[in-house]
């Protein structure tokens, strides 16, 4: 019976949890996090947190069935129970439970939802891919389709908060921050931290004032980057010529070694290739913010993130002193735009749209998404039985639904089985 209830607890499938004793006594615990389901002794669940009125309550939990039971089992005695600041119960038998310094531990009752455990049970024992294949009505595409557009607006608006982040400590510099958001996203999942540290160690007015030298960006970006340490050939001697220079003019210093990683990445993704590229397009265009503001639509956009070539010596190597035998185009190819119109257009006009208040913008970054292709990756592969995305806008919903659910199994709050009433 107890696993039962630490199911229900860790799911969520009861109807209520309230507390028996304390100041809010009759009133639902609020849980901010279940903590860690713990197999071996001590509490069933390590560091979960829930609000107590105006504290935050930070330890682990104990369930039983029988509130006596913490007796019964000699918890009182037992030292790793001290930190116990929820005790959940089925049965409250017992008045007061003593804690350390014979101090009331809280006390909830839990009144379990059968059904809900009953199919809980049922998807714990699925093996499909994903889980909720077995489960859902497949025929039911637009419902589906529906939801997972919905969770692409919300990926987006949390996209569009980390951008506020960003404003707010430049200020509301707009240019600035965009410019940071924008290097970030070219650093890729690897260097993006790395990236987005580069930007902001050259601030945007530098990039403007050397703009009209394009050879002279790379070399503050590249150098930033900690990657013309070692003279490899004579394109990086003179880069690095050049960074020496600038770090002077604008008292710059680059990052330290290793910051910077080529491991597990493809080659044409190396950030020597995507700092080249970042290079051309910030001396393509001074103000990409408001390009992207005053864009009429997805072929402004195209044309904004056209990059012009970037130097031959790019398109005949990877890194620096590994000569290509094949010149290769390193221009953004019609995927890279699509993921900055995913990554930085979108969020960018989402976030001014609701700093001045014009639910427009808003309304732009979502048909931008349902113009672009969708992405082609293993989280939307891992759909392809239940949806096919048709539009960024639904890989990118498919992206936050398997990030927030399916990676965990946390099926028993997943809005499609949600909406299709079989929890």
């Not at 107590?52 to 682990?60: A, E």
């Not at 009752?109 to 889980?131: F, R, V, W, Y």
Request: aromatic share 10%; with cysteine.
């Amino acid at each position: 019976m107890e696993e039962k209830i630490h199911f229900a607890y860790k799911h969520g499938l009861y109807h209520s949890l309230k507390y028996t004793n304390g100041d809010y006594k009759g009133e639902e615990v609020q849980i901010i996090h279940k903590g860690e389901h713990n197999h071996d002794g001590g509490p069933d669940f390590f560091n979960a947190k829930i609000r107590y009125g105006d504290f935050i309550l930070v330890g682990n939990v104990e369930i039983h069935i029988r509130g006596s039971d913490w007796v019964q089992h000699n918890h009182h005695m037992d030292a790793s129970y001290n930190n116990v600041i929820l005790h959940i119960v089925i049965e409250d038998d017992c008045e007061i439970i003593p804690g350390k310094d014979s101090t009331p531990i809280l006390t909830a009752k839990m009144d379990l939802d059968n059904g809900h455990i009953h199919i809980g049970e049922k998807i714990n024992k699925l093996t499909a891919t994903p889980l909720c294949k077995e489960l859902i009505n497949l025929k039911d595409q637009d419902k589906i389709s529906d939801t997972v557009k919905e969770l692409g607006k919300k990926r987006m608006k949390s996209k569009a908060q980390r951008l506020n982040i960003l404003l707010q400590a430049t200020n509301y510099d707009w240019n600035e921050a965009v410019y940071i958001l924008l290097s970030r996203h070219f650093g890729g999942s690897v260097n993006n931290d790395a990236f987005e540290q580069i930007a902001k160690q050259i601030p945007y007015a530098f990039i403007r004032k050397e703009r009209g030298r394009p050879k002279m960006v790379e070399a503050l970006l590249i150098g930033t980057a900690g990657l013309l340490n070692k003279r490899e050939d004579r394109y990086a001697t003179e880069l690095q010529k050049d960074y020496n220079f600038l770090k002077q003019k604008y008292h710059l210093s680059e990052l330290a070694d290793g910051c910077v990683r080529f491991h597990r990445i493809r080659p044409a993704a190396f950030p020597t290739i995507k700092l080249a590229q970042l290079a051309a397009l910030l001396t393509k265009k001074e103000f990409i913010f408001s390009d992207i503001i005053h864009a009429k639509g997805i072929r402004d956009i195209r044309l904004l993130f056209a990059t012009p070539q970037i130097s031959t010596y790019w398109q005949e190597h990877y890194r620096f002193g590994h000569k290509r035998k094949k010149v290769k185009n390193r221009s953004l190819t019609t995927n890279a735009i699509n993921h900055c119109i995913c990554n930085v257009v979108c969020p960018t006009l989402i976030a001014y749209g609701n700093y001045i208040k014009e639910p427009l913008y808003t309304t732009k970054a979502i048909n931008l998404l349902k113009e672009t292709k969708a992405e082609c990756n293993k989280i939307t592969r891992y759909f392809e039985s239940v949806l096919t995305a048709q539009n960024a806008l639904e890989s990118q919903g498919l992206i936050l639904l398997y990030s927030k659910y399916c990676q965990i199994n946390d099926c028993f709050v997943c809005p499609i089985i949600n909406r299709q009433k079989y929890l």
